[in-house]
């Protein structure tokens, strides 16, 4: 698989397998957005693409010669949630723009 995975979770199971896709995703607090009059909670995060994983945790990827590999490529993912009507934040300044956020899951 080289093209963009798109997940769309309508329950806790299927919520489970997207959080599996962005376990230990970089999060930046500059990319987290929340649209009160869309009921819309949307953010972008940098995962790991653990869906080329040859083996548990590990993703083996073309390098930048054909003879090389890559461990552990990293791309940007979209991640929007619908129908939320609020949003509140604990342990961090939402102001706080540049910090970087290590996003455990999701439930």
Partial sequence: MSGPLKL???DADDLTVVAACVQDALLPVGELCYLPGERRFVMVVNR???????LPGVAVVPGPTPDEEQL???VNCGIRFEGINGVRSRGY???GTRRI???LTIE
């Avoid at 790991?48 to 040859?54: N, P, S, T």
């Fill in 72 to 74: 552990y490529q990293r």
């Fill in 48 to 54: 790991f693409r653990w869906e080329l994983a040859d």
């Fill in 8 to 10: 769309l979770a309508c």
């Fill in 101 to 103: 956020l290590a996003l």
């Fill in 93 to 95: 300044d939402p102001a």
